[in-house]
């Protein structure tokens, strides 16, 4: 059985950079992973909790999501997305052994990730015909491999956190390091360069290496300068028009806050309640902050067990391999990154 969990969790890491284009397959071999290795610590006893806050957070949200479908009519979508999210905190919860092949395979597979996006960037810069799908429309930005620059971004970060804070480079990783950062660049994510300076300002003052933060930023300021400026407003790094949607996002997210603030809607409920987007959108089912996400589906109380879970699972780990979830909280706070499923595992997995 345990050798049948560690072979799901491989297949799920490397269907990573495919879980946005065969979407079904990442997220049924997640809850299959999960669940071979839950049957696996109830027949050999080894239940041990690593994070009781996440545990209270899912026993509170299925129970909260039941009291809703009570109260209000029943349908499925709410609870595929709690079966998904419940399988992601449940590898906080009940941690699966990753060994150095782990490592490995979420190296090729974010890799893979950035070459997917690089080679549509030069076949295909132009995909505003993913309107037609509901996907936002995007001209001259990497999208791949998660259809959206900001996810995408995001996870090339986590492929530089990991090289970065390897002990001993080769050749091939400073290869990797260029390449992720190219990817970075082209994503045009301003969200996910924030980031970047964010953990480069903690690697500063962690290690009294105040000039890793400046080459930092002096890196991003020329990239800036040389970075190619087609047309499409998603290349502006200047554009406003962003700000003041998430500004209106973040509007809605207090108003369906202000229904329930307590207990919430019933995770994952939203897009039954906003009238802020078309009910067809991919970005119906979460704000642009996932703690405002969080307090909006769960209530106050959920948002006090997410986030002590997550500060509990940051306190049991080194400065260094809390680095990509500093990432994640900063970039949660302009998008629903720390809810985004293929984000929240590799967050896991680093």
């Known amino acids: 059985m345990e050798t049948l969990t560690t072979l799901s969790l491989y297949i799920t890491i490397l269907a990573l950079p495919f879980s ?9 071999s997640l809850v299959i ?5 839950l049957t696996h610590a109830y027949f050999y006893r080894q239940f041990k909790v690593k994070n009781r806050w996440f545990l209270a957070f899912i026993i509170y949200a299925w129970i909260n999501l039941i009291l809703q479908f009570v109260v209000h ?3 499925l979508l709410p609870l595929f997305y709690l079966i998904r999210l419940s399988s992601l905190l449940l590898l906080f919860v009940f941690p699966i052994k990753t060994t150095k092949l782990t490592t490995k395979l979420l190296i090729l597979s974010l890799v893979s990730s950035v070459l997917m996006g ?4 030069i076949v295909s810069p132009n995909v505003t015909y993913f309107n037609a799908f509901n996907w936002d429309p995007h001209l001259n930005r990497i999208i791949l491999p998660f259809f959206d620059p900001t996810f995408s971004a995001l996870a090339f970060v986590g492929l530089l956190v990991i090289i970065a804070t390897k002990s001993k480079k080769k050749l091939f990783d400073y290869i990797i390091l260029f390449l992720g950062y190219i990817g970075l660049a082209l994503t045009y994510s301003r969200a996910s360069w924030l980031s970047l300076v964010t953990i480069a300002g903690v690697y500063s003052y962690r290690t009294k290496k105040i000039g890793f933060l400046v080459g930092t930023i002096i890196l991003i300021i020329l990239t800036i300068v040389v970075l190619p400026k087609p047309y499409g407003e998603g290349t502006k790094l200047n554009r406003t028009a962003s700000i003041a949607a998430k500004i209106e996002n973040y509007k809605q997210a207090f108003q369906v806050i202000g229904r329930s603030p307590l207990i919430g809607i019933g995770y994952n409920r939203l897009s039954l309640v906003r009238t802020d987007q078309p009910k067809v959108s991919h970005a119906i089912n979460g704000f642009d902050a996932s703690l405002l996400t969080v307090w909006a589906t769960t209530g106050i109380f959920g948002l006090l067990l997410f986030v002590s879970g997550l500060y509990h699972f940051a306190s049991r780990r080194s400065w260094q391999q809390n680095l990509f979830l ?11 990154s720390l809810l985004y499923a293929p984000i929240l595992f590799l967050l896991y997995l680093i």
Do not use: R
């Open 33 to 37: 992973t999960m669940g071979l290795h």
């Open 20 to 28: 946005q284009l065969f979407k079904p397959f990442f997220d049924i």
């Open 326 to 336: 500093i990432v994640l909280l900063v970039h949660s706070c302009f998008a629903n």
């Open 118 to 121: 690089l080679i549509q960037y």
């Open 73 to 75: 009519h029943f349908t």
